[in-house]
């Protein structure tokens, strides 16, 4: 199996920076595409973004523009950097294997304004 543990949420006002963490461990981390989805409450699970294993990029439209997802196959961790928050951002981001169906455990990201 492929364990994925997120980290780097907390409070931030809007407009501020985050930088989510995702650690993963057991298979080859270069192998497989990886996303970032979230979750707030009351609503369904999104996509946020997603890299496959060369490196290409999409977006939720929401977060164009302001988001950047990336990964360090050489450290197995994929990263969330998130400029230009906004209250709508709030929610638990999960980092995901899509094509496995494995997931973390969720961070909690809070943005006041």
């Known amino acids: 199996q492929v364990l994925l543990v997120e980290s780097g949420g907390g409070l931030v006002q809007a407009g501020g920076s985050l930088r989510l963490s995702c650690a993963a461990s057991g298979r080859t981390f270069s192998t497989y595409a990886m996303g970032w989805f979230r979750q707030a409450p009351g609503k369904q699970r999104e996509l946020v973004a997603t890299?496959?294993?060369?490196?290409?990029?999409n977006y939720a439209v929401s977060v164009k523009g302001r988001f950047t997802i990336s990964r360090d196959n050489a450290k197995n961790t994929l990263y969330l950097q998130m400029n230009g928050l906004k209250s709508e951002d709030t929610a638990v981001y999960y980092c995901a294997v899509p094509v496995l169906n494995y997931w973390g455990k969720g961070t909690l990201v809070t943005v006041s304004s």
């Open positions: 890299i496959s294993s060369g490196g290409s990029t």
